[in-house]
């Protein structure tokens, strides 16, 4: 029991990663095409600055489940994914340093160089992320002892490359969106014509990663056998529709919900579709790392429940705190980035 509500935690910490850390990884990526001048961009930046961090706790904290919850798991993961993930915590430590660094020095190309370096360090995370959970899903090359048998180019698949176009396109998208809250005239506009242009891209993105899934991954295994699960591609799909309605509304908070909806109905496709694997194993199935034969000792799972569930809590009021604090429109008033 306690094995599963753990693989339930793991998987759902990881999508309220996703799904809060996705708009302004999304936004960042999109900056060229939203802020133009130097006041537009001190907008966009008063967009970010109050969330990053507090979103990224939860990439700390996913993390850290899975270091305690599936040590084996966690240490597999981590030596088969090497690279990509040092790319990611890289990326994501360049655009704290540029956010910081921006603003230090009154020179233009400063300003310009940071911007591109926040532009890369947004993108980055959210592509490489959606290759390594694609390449999970599609289970990788591990023997009996966990040893990885293969290179980042063997991630680099047709299926890996969508699953990381997939939650580019989809972080560019909540981003957009969540500018479409925060502004107002030209620049909501500009945002919310971007949001309609990107969601077709969307779309047809998560029609063609699902599909693929059924021949390349063993996925939808458990929803044959469990149809009532497919009520979690139907959530996500109804997200995404949704979304598109609230935009063609200017109902943007209602979009934003709605594509939350999307991103926790994305990551949950794969995460029912896996258990009880962690990582599959592409060798051979009794290879694979499960919530069985990874987990740590009852005691363990035991004392980490109990201090989840007082601290993450406390973790959550204090963010939506923060968002309610700064749930204000941002105007030229406010560029004192």
Same mark, same amino acid.
């Given at each position: ?22 708009? @302004? ?5 999109? !900056?060229?095409? $939203? ?31 899975? &270091? ?12 088969? &994914? ?6 990611? $915590? ?13 603003? !230090? ?50 991630? $680099? ?30 620049? !909501? ?41 497919? $009520? ?21 908070? !209602? ?27 592409? &060798?051979? @199935?009794?290879? =694979?790392?499960?919530?069985?034969? =990874? ?43």
């Amino acid at each position: 029991m306690l094995i599963n509500i753990w693989f339930f935690l793991w998987g759902l910490l990881w999508a309220i990663y996703f799904m809060l850390d996705g708009f @302004d990884l999304g936004l960042g990526t999109l !900056q060229p095409l $939203l802020a133009k001048t130097e006041d537009e961009k001190k907008l966009f930046y008063k967009a970010v600055a109050p969330y990053w961090d507090g979103n990224e706790v939860w990439l700390i904290t996913a993390g850290g489940v899975t &270091f305690a919850a599936f040590p084996r798991t966690y240490a597999v993961l981590f030596s088969a &994914f090497y690279t990509p993930l040092m790319l990611v $915590l890289f990326a994501l430590i360049l655009r704290a340093v540029a956010l910081e660094f921006r603003h !230090q020095v009154l020179s233009d190309k400063w300003r310009a160089v940071w911007d591109r370096v926040f532009v890369v360090a947004s993108f980055l995370p959210g592509l490489l992320l959606g290759v390594a959970f694609a390449n999970i899903f599609k289970g990788i090359p591990i023997d009996g002892e966990g040893v990885f048998h293969g290179t980042l180019l063997n991630l $680099l698949s047709p299926y890996g490359l969508l699953g990381g176009l997939l939650f580019a396109l989809l972080f560019c998208l909540h981003g957009a969106i969540w500018f479409s809250i925060k502004t107002e005239g030209e620049l !909501q506009t500009r945002a919310a014509t971007l949001a309609k242009l990107l969601w077709p891209a969307v779309a047809i993105a998560l029609a063609a990663f699902v599909l693929l899934s059924l021949p390349v991954t063993k996925l939808f295994a458990n929803y044959f056998s469990n149809p009532v699960l497919f $009520l979690i591609p139907v959530a996500a799909v109804a997200g995404l529709v949704l979304s598109r309605v609230y935009l063609a509304k200017a109902g943007y908070w !209602q979009a934003f919900v709605a594509n939350c909806l999307t991103i926790v109905g994305a990551t949950f496709f794969g995460v029912a579709g896996l258990y009880p694997n962690l990582l599959p194993s592409s &060798f051979s @199935d009794a290879y =694979s790392l499960t919530v069985v034969n =990874s987990s740590s000792s009852p005691l363990t799972l035991k004392i980490m429940l109990g201090v989840a569930l007082v601290f993450v809590p406390i973790v959550i009021c204090y963010q939506a705190w923060t968002y309610w604090f700064f749930s204000g429109r941002l105007s030229h008033e406010d560029e004192s980035y």
